[in-house]
């Protein structure tokens, strides 16, 4: 089209009787539906039926309480306007991100919450073994006390304290165990703050 057939902002704003700063925030608004194009100034300029949508934009804005928000998504109801399908697509992408991690969240809960059933019943094993341990000592003393040492035999002092050492072995696995369950559990419950290099690295440091 020629220059001159184009109309001007501040054409357009005579002619629509509003403030020319006015048409060119609808343009920013609408502009995928009042289609402007641009002088060699990188001005706006308008056709007569880009006029005519300006028109009809300031005849819905005239609508009690109506604001160019609510006139942008009545044009994209009725098909006039593309919607914001990459902003729609964002926020479902964001939807979809947060429920994941949020599954991710409780079913690192729900592991943790199972490490500590684990090491709360070693620890209670770990109690008994302890108080076997300890039986066992207090046998071997009151056997002491009861007869001369010179009477005991060795095979009834030599069968005592291969008791005690089995229960101390049973007593250092125990041990073992409730630490390495510790670790673990400590190490799972950071594992959400640590980079993936260091993930791999924390959990073979446990062995």
């Given at each position: ?89 964002s926020e479902e ?5 947060t429920a994941k ?34 039986d066992s000592f ?70």
């Amino acid at each position: 089209m020629n220059q001159a057939a184009y109309i001007t902002t501040r054409e357009a704003a005579e002619r629509l009787q509003v403030h020319a700063r006015t048409v060119r925030k609808w343009i920013d608004t609408f502009e995928e539906y009042i289609c402007p194009d641009w002088n060699e100034r990188g001005h706006y300029v308008l056709t007569e039926d880009s006029l005519l949508r300006l028109a009809e934009i300031k005849n819905r804005l005239q609508e009690p309480s109506k604001s160019m928000k609510q006139v942008r998504e009545d044009l994209m109801r009725e098909g006039k306007l593309r919607g914001d399908q990459a902003f729609q697509k964002s926020e479902e992408e964001n939807s979809n991100d947060t429920a994941k991690t949020l599954t991710y969240l409780i079913e690192s809960m729900e592991n943790v919450g199972d490490m500590m059933e684990e090491l709360f019943d070693r620890m209670e094993r770990l109690e008994d073994h302890m108080f076997s341990l300890f039986d066992s000592f207090e046998d071997m003393e009151q056997k002491l006390i009861a007869v001369n040492y010179d009477k005991v035999s060795s095979n009834e002092v030599q069968q005592m304290f291969e008791d005690i050492r089995k229960k101390q072995d049973q007593l250092r696995i125990e041990l073992r165990n409730v630490n390495f369950t510790q670790r673990l559990t400590s190490a799972t419950s950071e594992q959400g703050l640590l980079p993936r290099r260091q993930k791999k690295a924390r959990f073979f440091g446990m062995f």
